[in-house]
């Protein structure tokens, strides 16, 4: 398929995302050479296009929607699924109705069709740029630009506006395949698929991710912290250690009540399997849930699921021939099963232990477990059916872990829950593993395919979901992040994305580790944990 070119040009005749600029957080600089003059296309159906297609279509729908309903109110909340979701209020009407959303369809297909330009705002006064922004009556934005020192405002029809640094694409022409989903009580933008921006991708509803994402909005509620300015409000008038204590406390209590459903099952959980995706904070979740069941004397025993590793000859291979360590079929099913059902019935089981510097097993240590002794099995594949299939379902409990942030940047720029993920990875990785951000970096695409292939199918059949995010983490993570990321050499294509987590990082104020409890998930990345990993 023809690839349609991205033709935002600047004067020199560059394309504008990777034009040279003078700021310090431009996030689609190229340098070539070390001199910055070197000039790129950008293509829609690559990541990087499909980032400006998605900025682009917020702005359309915000520039619809301010023309139908001028004191509408727009956040942009999560992705579900390969949409994004938002809500709107305005005081013409208090809940959003199928026939608002069936307008705004039809007020963004006009201006498509319209082909409006995108303007940027680059030579204007700083003192004009900031007074349009006070017009948007944004005061959020506002202060995020003059902190970012954005030189620069993106514009469509005078009706939405952002920072420059977010570019787009020229015309609202370009945006003819997308679609909104009317989903209570806001509604969801549907995308283009990243590899093919001529046909919509693929939707599948999410209610129990859905679910969990409202239960943790109404927690950003009660800690009155929506956008990064709330937080960063706190943290300069010093109350932060409050914030600090309810959030952490909100999250046990999650935890006890996963317990108690464990519980209350009596018997009937004895196999607890736990898994979500890189970095969402699995192990210390697990470590605290058993923690919570041992307060009702009961003792769950932990088995490492990598000990069941096939020998590197018995590995499966990729596409490429390289052992794959990702597929479930990587582990010995057989072996792992044979063992569950042995202990679950009360025999005694040797357990492996996997050598991972020479691809062997050996023998581990002997277990045996009482009746009511439940087994926690932590991993990647926990939720894969294939993985337990000899174990009956109703013995099974099953837990999705993931960090599913609710504070954005403001009300049209979200702070996704794959860059908090991966700031957590550049320096869990740095502190425990001897890897440089670069490292990390060139790892996650393949870390990301994983996550989708094996990860995120089965997340809707856990019994519950646990959402590991807390809303200061960024604030305690920055000091080990920036530093790393500052390191990523400028040659490298990695530099881009150290570039967008830098910018992101430089809007949050920094909060001293030491007031991060040292049972907090947080810890399993900075370290000084009271678990042991």
Not at 85 to 102: A, G, Q, W
Not at 504 to 511: F, N, Y
Request: glycine letters at 4%; a negative charge; charged letters at 30%.
């Amino acid at each position: 398929m023809m690839r349609k070119l991205v033709e935002q040009w600047s004067q020199e005749g560059c394309v504008v995302g990777f034009q040279k600029m003078n700021r310090p957080f431009s996030l689609l600089e190229l340098e070539e050479g070390g001199d910055g003059t070197g000039c790129s296309p950008i293509y829609l159906d690559t990541p990087q296009g499909h980032a400006f297609y998605e900025k682009s279509l917020i702005l359309l729908f915000a520039a619809a929607v301010k023309d139908l309903y001028p004191h509408a109110e727009i956040h942009v909340e999560h992705t579900i699924d390969t949409g994004l979701y938002f809500t709107l209020s305005d005081r013409s009407f208090p809940i959003l109705k199928m026939e608002h959303v069936s307008r705004i369809k039809e007020k963004m297909d006009e201006m498509v069709e319209e082909d409006i330009p995108f303007t940027l705002y680059r030579d204007l006064p700083r003192k004009e740029m900031l007074s349009r922004l006070r017009k948007d009556k944004d005061e959020d934005k506002l202060e995020l630009f003059e902190q970012l020192e954005c030189q620069s405002l993106v514009s469509l029809d005078d009706k939405a506006i952002d920072y420059g640094l977010f570019k787009t694409v020229p015309s609202t022409s370009y945006l003819k395949v997308f679609d909104l989903l009317y989903y209570p009580p806001g509604l969801i933008i549907r995308m283009p698929l990243i590899g093919d921006h001529s046909v919509l991708a693929p939707f599948q509803e999410q209610k129990k991710l859905f679910r969990i994402h409202q239960e943790f909005k109404h927690w950003a509620d009660i800690l009155s912290m929506e956008f990064v300015t709330s937080l960063n409000e706190l943290i300069e008038e010093e109350k932060y250690r409050e914030m600090i204590l309810v959030s952490e406390s909100m999250q046990e209590k999650h935890i006890i009540g996963i317990a108690e459903e464990i519980i209350k099952l009596d018997g009937h959980s004895r196999l607890i399997l736990i898994a979500g995706p890189s970095s969402s904070g699995k192990t210390t979740f697990s470590k605290r849930l058993a923690t919570s069941i041992k307060t009702w004397g009961i003792q769950p025993v932990a088995i490492g699921m990598d000990d069941y590793f096939l020998p590197w000859k018995e590995t499966p291979r990729n596409e490429n021939g390289e052992m794959d360590f990702e597929c479930v079929e990587a582990i010995d099913i057989a072996l792992f099963n044979e063992h569950l059902l042995l202990l679950m019935e009360g025999h005694e089981v040797t357990l492996p232990k996997y050598d991972f510097l020479n691809g062997t097993r050996k023998e581990g240590e002997k277990l045996k477990l009482n009746y009511n002794q439940p087994i926690i099995v932590e991993g990647i594949h926990g939720l894969n059916p294939k993985l337990t299939e000899a174990i009956p379902d109703n013995l099974k409990f099953k837990i999705y872990v993931s960090a599913l942030t609710q504070l954005n940047m403001d009300s049209f720029n979200r702070i996704k829950t794959t860059d908090v993920r991966l700031v957590r990875r550049l320096v869990r990785d740095a502190q425990f593993r001897g890897h440089s951000a670069l490292d990390t970096l060139k790892m996650w695409e393949k870390v990301r395919a994983g996550e989708d292939k094996y990860i995120f199918p089965y997340q809707e059949s856990a019994d519950v979901m646990f959402n590991s995010s807390l809303p200061y983490e960024l604030c305690v993570l920055k000091k080990f992040a920036l530093k790393l990321l500052r390191e990523v050499p400028p040659q490298e294509p990695e530099v881009t994305k150290a570039r967008e987590l830098i910018m992101l990082l430089s809007l949050i104020r920094e909060i001293d580790p030491y007031y991060t409890p040292k049972t907090s998930i947080i810890r399993e990345f900075v370290g000084n944990s009271l678990y042991d990993y």
